[in-house]
């Protein structure tokens, strides 16, 4: 009997389920490049280059393990287009009885997967991805019967199940979570590590070439391109962090800095996100580390934290609430996505720098996506359906699963509190904390109104009292609201003035 593995783009995995469960001898795998994935949002070109790179060496890995493999590259002249359409060629290719894939991470693609058994008149197996640590199953029975689903219980629980920085019952320091160590500015005069390059060998070169031909229109910048795209290459990324980045992870994870793109961020999400390395063995050399006494404690929880709590938690909202999850807006925002999301134009430093490293880099770390272009976004009212397609489309670990709960959800507060217990809502004064952005910035993040103000603070204001019949009663919300009636009235005017002059200067 004759199986056909469909391996997708975001499973680059050599301990894949399917892989797991399949035979050498008879079975027959088939990877694609399809113009549907490519376009359904313009993907940064670096994105796409990394993929279908990490791809191509992918299939070769296998082929050298003895696999028989089709590869359809994007510019072969019968490519369909489509997943659908290229599982169609290749039963008509080969002799097959039942197809075989890990289950898709997305839920569009996913829903498609669905219907081929009927479409095609052959079994389809659908296998749980066990890379990740929790099941659909156990993240629906944790989240059954809790009227707030809060990241940090279910944390709690995956640090159980995977043993993790626990010591016996009890988490290690005592503690669960160190995230109030985590929140210091950084200093330019300070040791940066930079990034692990490497320089694109012939098979990435053809695929640069490729990109550059057929997503010309696309956002970003093609070169210089220097990702990862084998697993050893990835795991070279990854012990460079280990050893250089790390130990100063933990207290500058939230830190901002002008020209100063990656700081401590370790720049693995890519490659977990993909498949080319594994999370939960990600998180066990991260503890080792702290375990050889080379990493302090909160460097270390601070980033499993990220791996096996937040990143687990929106996978299973993501799966517990879509498909009707991305059609939501509490705030009903509908404003249009400023142009300059797209071009970086924009007088206002903080987000001059966010998008323009990722336009360069389809990379830039949580805390600008968060605390700037997120929050900015979210203050001026642009709806929260274009702000995720914004996000999917230009970062180079953005999958739809992880990215719109994150966007949409603690991003935007379009999900009405299902992620965040508030609006991660701030003035230019949070900014001004955490990066040294506004000292070189064209406005003025200690004037509140007028012309030459920081934009964030009369537009934070204006936030809090545009959607107040929605948010005045969040108990996290009553002292703002509070402040708010207790300032002076032409004050409160005038906040609102500004931000409404400035509102009509984006359109």
Not at 3 to 23: E, F, Y
Not at 272 to 280: A, E, Q, S, V, Y
Request: proline residues 4%; glycine residues 6%.
């Amino acid at each position: 009997m004759s199986n056909l593995i469909l391996i997708l783009g975001d499973q680059l995995s050599h301990n894949l389920s399917s892989l797991k469960t399949s035979d050498k001898s008879q079975d027959r795998i088939l990877m694609c490049e399809v113009w549907d994935e490519a376009t359904y949002v313009k993907h940064h070109k670096k994105k796409i280059a990394l993929l279908f790179s990490a791809m191509r060496h992918f299939a070769d890995e296998l082929r050298d393990e003895g696999w028989q493999i089709d590869y359809i590259k994007l510019d072969d002249d019968k490519n369909s287009g489509s997943f659908k359409g290229e599982v169609e060629r290749a039963l008509s290719r080969n002799t097959i009885d039942n197809i075989v894939v890990t289950e898709p991470a997305e839920y569009r693609v996913m829903e498609d997967v669905k219907k081929w058994s009927k479409e095609f008149d052959k079994t389809v197996e659908i296998l749980p991805d066990d890379r990740f640590i929790a099941t659909h199953k156990e993240f629906e029975n944790w989240a059954e019967g809790r009227k707030q689903l809060r990241m940090e219980y279910f944390y709690r629980d995956m640090r159980r199940k995977t043993n993790l920085l626990m010591d016996g019952d009890e988490p290690e320091g005592g503690k669960w979570n160190y995230d109030s160590e985590n929140r210091k500015p950084a200093k330019d005069d300070m040791f940066m590590p930079k990034p692990v390059q490497f320089e694109p060998d012939e098979i990435t070169q053809e695929v640069l070439k490729l990109v550059e031909d057929k997503f010309a229109d696309h956002f970003g910048d093609l070169e210089p391109f220097w990702f990862a795209v084998t697993h050893e290459q990835a795991t070279e990324v990854l012990d460079y962090f280990l050893e250089a980045a790390l130990p100063s992870f933990g207290d500058y994870q939230d830190a901002m800095l002008t020209g100063q793109k990656f700081l401590y961020h370790s720049l693995l999400s890519p490659y977990i996100n993909c498949g080319l390395l594994d999370p939960l063995e990600v998180c066990k050399r991260v503890e080792a580390e702290y375990k050889k006494g080379r990493v302090p404690l909160n460097a270390t929880e601070g980033f499993i934290r990220q791996i096996i709590g937040w990143r687990e938690y929106v996978r299973g909202i993501y799966w517990l609430k879509m498909p009707e999850y991305v059609k939501r807006n509490f705030l009903e925002a509908d404003n249009k996505l400023p142009d300059f999301y797209w071009t970086g134009e924009t007088d206002m430093l903080c987000l001059r720098e966010a998008i323009a490293q990722t336009k360069e880099e389809a990379y830039a770390h949580h805390i600008q996506r968060l605390m700037v272009t997120g929050n900015f976004a979210m203050l001026a009212g642009v709806d929260p359906h274009e702000v995720h397609e914004w996000y999917l489309a230009v970062y180079a670990d953005a999958y739809e699963w992880v990215e719109l709960p994150n966007t949409l959800g603690m991003s935007q507060f379009g999900d009405g509190g299902i992620l965040g217990s508030k609006p991660y809502a701030a003035s230019g004064n949070y900014i001004n904390k955490m990066s040294d952005y506004c000292k070189n910035c064209r406005y003025d993040v200690k004037k509140k109104t007028g012309e030459d103000a920081c934009p964030f603070n009369a537009l934070y204001w204006d936030f809090l009292i545009r959607n107040e019949d929605k948010l005045k009663g969040n108990p996290r919300l009553g002292q703002v609201y509070r402040t708010w009636n207790k300032m002076d009235e032409t004050k409160r005017d005038e906040y609102l003035a500004s931000a409404k002059a400035f509102l009509a200067s984006l359109s």
